[in-house]
C-alpha cells in the first residue's frame, strides 16, 4: 500500500489544521533526485533546468563525451540562483554521456546514480532523432530500423532503468516518456512513417507499464508536444522555406511553441502535484488537434 501523501487544501481545512500554503509546496523537487536523457540540449535541458530549479540534482545524459556549451550556460544559471529557503539545498545539473540504445549501459547509469545521490525518484526519456525520412514505399530497413532503436528501444531502456531502481528502494516514482504531436496524427506533406510509427509507439509504451508498476507506486505517463521550435526543429525548417508559415497556421494560436513551454507539463508529472495521474497522453501542442 503507497503512503498516503500529508493533508492538502480541502482536506486539511476540514481536519482544521493550521492554514498553511501547500499548493506551490506540491512542485517542489527538493532533495529529489532525477535522470533526463537528451539532457544537454534542447527540450531535454531545457526540463531539466526547470527540475533543478525545482530543486532536484538532475542528471542529464547526452551521446557526446563533453557537454554542449548550451548545457554548460544552463549549469551556470542553475547554480547562481538565490537559495530555495533557509537550510534547503539549490538543485543542481550534472551531465553524464552515455549511449541510450545500449540496455545494459542505460541500467548501470540508473545504478550508477543510486550508488552516488542514494535515490532516483523521475525519469524523463526524451532522447530522440529526426530524419527528412522517405516515400513510404521506399524507406530502407536501416533507416527505419536506426528511428525505432533510438526513438523507441531506448525509451524502454531508460524506463527500464529508472524504474528498477525505483522499484528496488520502494521509491514511488514519476516516469515521464517524451511522445509528441506525430505520435497521434500525421505530420502533412512530410514522409516521416518511421518517426511518427515511432512516436506511436511511446504512448502505447507507457500504457501496459502504468499498469505493472502502478501497484508499486510507480506512475509512468507521456508528453505530447505540438511543434517547438528548437535548434533541431529550426535546421530543418530553415531548408523549406514558408515551412515555418505553414506549421504556424496549423494550430489556434498561429505559432510554434518555444521550448520553455515545456516545462510546466513536465514539472507536474514529475512533482506531488500529479500522484493521481498515469498512463495518460499529456497534449501540449497549441490547440493542434483541437480543430
Known sequence: MATQPPLVGLAAAL?????TRTVFAQFSLVEKVALVTGGGRGIGLEVAAAFAEAGAIVYCLGQSKQPHDDFVAAQE???QMPPL???VKNGRMVYISGD????????????????TEGRLDICFANAGILRAGADCLEYSAEDFTEIINVNVNSVLYTA????RQMEKLGIPGSIILN????GSISIPKQT???YTTSKSAIIQMARPMACELGPKGIRVNTVSLGYIYTKMTKQFLD???GLMKEWSSQNPLGRLGRTDESRGVCLWLASDASTFCTGSDIIVDGGHRAW
Open 160 to 163: 527500464q532503468a529508472a524504474g
Open 77 to 79: 544559471f542553475v547554480a
Open 15 to 19: 481536519a482544521s489544521q493550521p492554514p
Open 239 to 241: 531548408n523549406q522555406p
Open 100 to 115: 541510450v540504445t545500449d540496455q545494459k549501459q542505460m541500467w548501470k547509469v540508473a545504478e550508477n546514480i543510486v550508488a
Open 179 to 182: 511522445a509528441g504531436l506525430a
Open 85 to 87: 529557503a533557509e537550510n
Open 192 to 194: 516521416w512513417v518511421a
